[in-house]
């Protein structure tokens, strides 16, 4: 069945540090995929997406690229911020009969330290 | 563009206490509702999905049950909870059209003590 796997945090990283949180996922067809994002004592924002091999997503300096070669959607930023500390989670979409379509990584906590 | 409401943002249940979580939606009709819940450092399970009035489908077998009274009011509800129970529970909605992700509400925060 369709899964995704996604990086095991979690991730502290220095503020202005590169990241990458890395995504692999399982899916026959052709899914779309997101990141989403939880800041603190919140719900889940969409960050971004991708809905077809070679996209890429984009928002708030995040980006991932959607690889079907290598069924990847990894998440990169080349400068984080304190207020990017968050859980990120990776999910999947695919259309099919009956409605459980998203798919989701056990998400990945990033601290940003000043 | 719709939007999720959900109640209330926290709530603190002793065990054995019943439950009824409430989900409505605005801006859309005849939604796919989904609850879904977090547990503390874990990630997102998929409890139930709706497609429609009265139409529930378990993702796990669990002490939760969910209703569909209405098309955009989707309720999660115990006769009695567990301590298991605690966890961070959100509702979900797909805004329309093929991939495109879903739209959350923010979140209800439950201990059970």
């Known amino acids: 069945g369709d899964s995704v796997t996604q990086m095991e945090g979690p991730v502290t990283l220095s503020e202005e540090a590169f990241l990458t949180i890395n995504c692999t996922y399982t899916?026959?067809?052709?899914?779309?995929l997101f990141w989403y994002v939880q800041y603190p004592g919140e719900g889940l924002q969409l960050l971004l997406k991708?809905?077809?091999?070679?996209d890429k997503g984009s928002n708030k300096g995040f980006e991932a690229t959607y690889r079907k070669e290598t069924t990847s959607f990894h998440l990169e930023k080349g400068s984080v911020q304190v207020s990017d500390s968050a859980v990120y989670f990776c999910?999947?979409?695919?259309?099919?009969?009956?409605?459980?379509?998203?798919?989701f990584g056990t998400g990945t906590r990033l601290t940003v330290i000043p | 563009s719709q939007t999720i409401h959900q109640w209330p943002a926290t709530l603190v249940q002793p065990v054995g206490s019943p439950l009824s979580l409430e989900c409505t939606v605005e801006?859309?009709?005849?939604?796919?509702l989904y609850w879904y819940r977090q547990a503390a450092g874990r990630g997102l399970q998929l409890l139930f999905y709706?497609?429609?009035?009265?139409?529930i489908s378990s993702e796990v077998p669990q002490n939760l049950s969910a209703s569909r009274p209405q098309d955009r009011q989707f309720i999660l509800s115990s006769k009695k909870l567990l301590l298991s129970d605690s966890g961070f529970y959100l509702c979900?909605?797909?805004?329309?059209?093929?991939?495109?992700?879903?739209?959350f509400g923010s979140g209800t925060r439950l201990t059970v003590v």
């Open positions: 801006g859309t009709s005849n939604p796919n």
């Open positions: 991708a809905t077809k091999a070679d």
């Open positions: 709706s497609i429609g009035i009265d139409q």
């Open positions: 899916a026959t067809g052709y899914p779309s």
């Open positions: 999910a999947l979409w695919r259309a099919q009969t009956g409605a459980n379509n998203l798919f």
């Open positions: 979900a909605c797909p805004p329309g059209g093929q991939g495109y992700g879903y739209t």
